[in-house]
């Protein structure tokens, strides 16, 4: 009764607009109190913020979201997208494929997947209406396509799931390579498709000379050689993930200097926009810290994994229902949020069912993705609608063709675990 009545309390404050933090902070504080009484409470407060924001990997949070922002400094984004355009701009559907791997090389740099549907949304959305294409599906594909930045390294939902779940950061980053290759190519194929069954979905554009693909490609060469940096550290060992988040920093900054775009003014809103970010990451996980301890009291995981293991259910089953409840819960919560509330709950489970964390953790990664873009409060989506000044709802019809693709990558992904494992397996030979 007591559990129930403290997921109530929460549930009603995120209700109301509480700060997640904030919400889980006190509703668990609350159930402290009501299980251990203020002994317990006072002995949890005074411990359990500074044991979580001393961790030394949380270093490797504002790293990355300050090498993002400098990213974004330097005008990259365009660059990117001119790029992809170029490149794969004439075959049908071209400019949202594009758009896909504009998203996909954002993505790789940024880490966050609603500045990426931001950044997409003001770059490759007018691109894709100016030359004729249909409304619904060019918002639709910048809604996905912003949704890969969750997936591809340098992902921070990737990392504050190595936080919870206490497992390895550089194996988890390295873990969605493959997977975000598959993904991407699962929205260019969708888009193909689209355009095949009717044309006039997305004219064609006018071919671009083989001088200036190279001229652009040369461009982007600084961005390749950036994410080569951070992701190759990591797998051949040379850095910790850590480590290699300084590194891209640093790198980020020098590229935004040699393209000029560095002055005091830009320099402090780069640094204040990762100091909001990371505040905002930390406060998140202080509070379900103090969950956390509510739960372990309570032994709410421990009698979950028992009830479930006394079920004659295939694990195969069990893994369905629950990333089909992370795609319902994504419908309407903050990814991180979900990260926060179920990790600690669900990953005991995962590994009594014999399943890897690693594997796990991309696929939950992957399973957030749609749920960025499934109604009622898909946020990709209602930043798309935003920025293109269309209805929300036909953004998420335009959605709805990837939605479906995305369920098959899911099910290929937990049918051959190898794809996600085998890279991470490979690291540092």
């Known amino acids: 009764m007591t559990v129930l009545l403290v997921l109530a309390l929460l549930f009603v404050l995120l209700a109301i607009g509480t700060p997640v933090g904030f919400a889980m902070g006190f509703a668990g504080s609350v159930g402290l109190l009501m299980v251990g009484g203020t002994g317990t409470l006072f002995g949890i407060l005074q411990t359990a913020p500074l044991s979580t924001v001393s961790a030394y990997e949380l270093i490797t949070i504002p790293m990355f979201l300050l090498m993002a922002d400098l990213v ?4 990259v984004a365009d660059d990117m997208f001119k790029t992809a355009s170029a490149w794969v701009g004439r075959i049908p559907g071209g400019l949202g494929m594009a758009t896909a791997l504009a998203g996909a090389g954002f993505g790789a740099i940024c880490g966050t997947s609603t500045a990426s549907a931001a950044t997409l949304s003001s770059t ?3 691109a894709m209406i100016r030359q004729g294409y249909e409304p619904k599906m060019a918002a639709g594909v910048v809604a996905i396509s912003g949704t890969l930045a969750m997936l591809i390294p340098p992902s921070v939902a990737l990392v504050i799931f190595g ?3 206490e497992v390895n950061i550089g194996q988890l980053l390295i873990g969605g390579i493959i997977p975000a290759a598959l993904v991407t190519a699962t929205i260019m194929a969708t888009i193909y498709f689209l355009v095949w069954q009717d044309p006039s979905r997305a004219p064609r554009i006018e071919p671009v000379s083989w001088r200036e693909r190279f001229s652009l490609l040369w461009q982007v060469g600084p961005m ?4 080569s940096l951070v992701t190759g550290t990591i797998y051949l060992g040379v850095a910790t993930p850590t480590e290699a988040s300084a590194l891209g920093a640093a790198g980020a900054l020098l590229l935004a200097i040699a393209k000029g775009r560095v002055t005091p003014g830009s320099l402090y809103k780069a640094l204040l926009s990762a100091c909001h970010g990371t505040c905002m990451i930390v406060t998140i996980l202080v509070g379900a810290s103090i969950f956390g301890y509510f739960f372990t009291l309570t032994h709410v995981t421990q009698d979950l994994v028992a009830w479930i293991g006394s079920l004659q259910t295939s694990r195969w089953v069990i893994i369905t229902l629950i990333l ?4 319902v819960l994504g419908s309407f919560m903050d990814q ?3 990260l926060v509330l179920t990790v600690p709950i669900v990953l005991p489970l995962i590994k009594t069912l014999g399943f890897d964390p690693i594997w796990f953790g991309v696929i939950k990664i992957v399973t957030a993705e749609v749920g960025m873009i499934t109604p009622p409060v898909g946020l990709n989506c ?3 609608a935003r920025y293109a ?3 929300v709802a036909e953004v998420f019809h335009g959605t709805f063709p990837h939605f479906i693709a995305h369920l098959i990558a899911i099910a290929i992904l937990v049918a051959f675990p190898s794809i996600i494992l085998w890279l991470p397996s490979q690291m540092g030979r």
Do not use: D, T, W
Not at 72 to 75: D, Q
Not at 224 to 227: E, P, S
Not at 324 to 327: A, N
């Open 72 to 75: 974004l400094l330097s005008g």
């Open 124 to 126: 490759s959305l007018p």
């Open 163 to 165: 936080l919870l779940a």
């Open 224 to 227: 390749a050689l950036l994410f």
């Open 324 to 327: 089909f409840g992370y795609i």
């Open 336 to 338: 991180i949020a979900i």
């Open 382 to 384: 209602f930043i798309v």
């Open 389 to 391: 000044k269309r209805p």
